[in-house]
């Protein structure tokens, strides 16, 4: 099945700094890709969804000013934490979709584990 | 917003089956999955169904769906140690809802 890779798998921070967290569709082109967000034993919330090209829709409740969204390819998706905090520390995993291709699935990436001190 | 449910919890012994069960409200659900997710790794895609099928079978794996309940269950054969993992039902139409995940525990 088709391939989405995530960058880093691991990153500790320092509060106040800013982190990037890159979503790569790997023999696939992404139409469309999903950032969602896993507390530690609950389920995966949906961030926001972006459209290459265009800027993201974010569900509400998400700060768009802190999560910063980058679709410029349809292979990389990009979320950048903005002045991360404590509260910000969570598990991050980016989904994919070419949306010109009729099919039922969503492709998952492994996740970035994001702890800031 | 539309919901997915699922009973957090399940233990069973190695060899019996397991039965994880999910329910959904959106009736207009296209497609619906079930994941599994291993501690610190990203969601792997089990099986999924078709929302106009009742039932799926895959290997060990046997997925039901009572459309009128809004009912969706996955069912693992001869369970094994290794099937130990949270498993998670999503549902689509247009985004994909997740429930909160069921902790499969299998003890030898």
């Known amino acids: 099945g088709a391939v989405v890779s995530q960058h880093p798998s691991r990153v500790i921070c320092k509060s106040g700094t800013s982190v990037k967290i890159e979503c790569r569709s790997l023999?696939?082109?992404?139409?469309?890709m999903f950032w969602y967000r896993q507390f530690p034993k609950q389920s995966l919330m949906l961030m926001a969804t972006?459209?290459?090209?265009?800027?993201?829709?974010?569900e509400q409740g998400v700060e768009k000013d802190k999560f910063l969204i980058n679709h410029a390819s349809l292979t990389l998706s990009t979320l950048t934490v903005t002045s991360a905090h404590p509260e910000d520390s969570s598990f991050y995993i980016c989904?994919?979709?070419?949306?010109?291709?009729?099919?039922?699935?969503?492709?998952f990436g492994p996740g970035t584990r994001l702890t800031v001190t | 917003g539309e919901d997915v449910e699922q009973s957090l919890f399940l233990s069973v012994r190695e060899g019996d089956s397991s039965v994880i069960n999910c329910t959904y409200t959106d009736s207009s659900s296209t497609y619906l999955y079930w994941y599994k997710q291993e501690p610190g790794a990203g969601l792997q895609l089990l099986t999924y169904?078709?929302?106009?099928?009742d039932m799926k079978q895959d290997q060990r794996l046997t997925v039901l769906l009572n459309k009128k309940d809004k009912h969706l269950s996955l069912r693992i054969a001869d369970t094994q140690t290794g099937d130990s993992a949270i498993y998670f039902c999503?549902?689509?139409?247009?985004?994909?809802?997740f429930g909160a995940g069921t902790r499969l525990t299998v003890k030898p």
């Open positions: 999503a549902e689509k139409n247009n985004d994909m809802r």
């Open positions: 972006s459209n290459e090209g265009s800027k993201a829709t974010y």
């Open positions: 023999d696939f082109q992404a139409t469309t």
């Open positions: 989904s994919a979709r070419d949306l010109r291709v009729p099919t039922y699935e969503q492709y």
């Open positions: 169904i078709f929302s106009n099928m």
